[in-house]
């Protein structure tokens, strides 16, 4: 008796999938462009900079962030390396019930930054370590300030943190916080003999940190 093999056919990696995941995919994806020009632009790395970091070109970077690119595994995964994020951080990927985060320190400028939340968007929190005698002129005081976009809210937690902020010289101890436009001309030094650390929460758009409590019985810090 002659049999008859049934073969199917393997899925079609390029067929568009059904209406429910399709959608969630495109929703993701839709995500990936605005999180990449996001975090260049935290990082204050140019698009000439990063396609050197990554061998990609700068037409198909500037092509993934406005979102005329599709993004893919060979793409996402030399920028997740540049930018020392993990790949389902940088794809936007759906929570996965854990909440612990995963923390890859990086360094930039001479100091080291410990990433605190997992998101792209929005505020971020981190861990940052200045080490001794970093960034201080011949005067003891930081030296080249500068400016860019955003809001930031930093607590020192140990040693010493100088700053100059504008015409400001101010020297902060742990239990000290400061908060500040970086629009205004600042810089940030170690003048200890120690590491310095400090927590750093930064708005990229100018958020500003609301406190809706203070110590003591206080009134709010935004209304009365």
């Known amino acids: 008796m002659e049999q008859h093999t049934r073969w199917r056919a393997d899925p079609d990696p390029d067929a568009e999938p059904d209406n429910d995941e399709g959608g969630a995919l495109a929703s993701v994806l839709s995500g990936v462009g605005p999180r990449l020009r996001a975090l260049r632009r935290e990082r204050e790395i140019t698009l000439a900079a990063l396609s050197e970091r990554t061998g990609i070109s700068v037409s198909t970077l ?7 690119r599709r993004p893919t595994l060979e793409l996402l995964l030399p920028l997740a390396t540049a930018y020392h994020v993990p790949l389902d951080e940088l794809v936007g990927a759906p929570a996965t019930g854990d909440p612990r985060i995963h923390p890859r320190p990086f360094t930039r400028f001479g100091q080291t930054f410990v990433p605190l939340t997992r998101y792209l968007g929005g505020l971020h929190a981190y861990k940052q370590i200045l080490p001794p005698g970093y960034n201080c002129g011949a005067d003891g005081r930081p030296a080249e300030p500068r400016t860019h976009e955003g809001f930031e809210w930093l607590y020192v937690l140990s040693g010493r943190v100088a700053m100059t902020l504008g015409d400001r010289q101010l020297t902060l101890v742990a239990g000290e916080a400061a908060e500040f436009d970086t629009r205004v001309p600042h810089a940030l030094a170690n003048p200890g003999a120690q590491p310095a650390e400090f927590l750093s929460l930064f708005g990229a758009q100018g958020e ?12 709010p810090a935004d209304g009365p």
């Open 62 to 68: 500037s092509r993934l962030e406005s979102g005329r």
């Open 208 to 219: 500003r940190i609301h406190v809706r409590a203070r110590p003591g019985g206080g009134a």
